[in-house]
């Protein structure tokens, strides 16, 4: 009797994943219209892109450092942990910087008109 509620649950657990990932599908996506003739709209879109990048960037970083503390607490200060944490927070500080002088750079051809390659 228990072995014929299983596909059941299955059946269940199929179609509350399928719809799941439907409505994720279903999300309206910004993208760059790739035809448009107005860059400043594209080049602000990506402006932005590169600024939210570079937020998610620097709060890893900040949580991995946070981490590097309390790992130099529970194993000390040679540990690996502590320096692999340490440089794994620098890497995303820098990739968070790289990010933002892309947007700042980007920025600033929307404002003076020219048009930047990524």
């Known amino acids: 009797m228990n ?13 509350l994943l399928c719809s799941l990932a439907g409505v994720g599908c279903a999300q309206p996506v910004e993208t760059i219209d790739r035809t448009s003739v107005d860059s400043l709209q594209d080049q602000m879109a990506i402006v932005g892109n590169y600024r939210a990048e570079a937020m998610v960037l620097k709060e890893k970083a900040a949580a991995i450092a946070e981490s590097a503390v309390r790992y130099e607490q529970l194993f000390g200060p040679q540990s690996d942990w502590v320096s692999g944490a340490q440089q794994l927070s620098q890497y995303y500080a820098v990739a968070a910087q790289d990010l933002e002088r892309r947007a700042d750079a980007y920025a600033e051809a929307a404002r003076t008109g020219r048009q930047l390659r990524r």
């Not at 072995?3 to 179609?15: A, C, Q």
Request: proline share 8%; charged share 25%; hydrophobic share 45%.
């Open 3 to 15: 072995n014929l509620r299983l596909p059941d649950i299955g059946r269940g657990v199929l179609i």
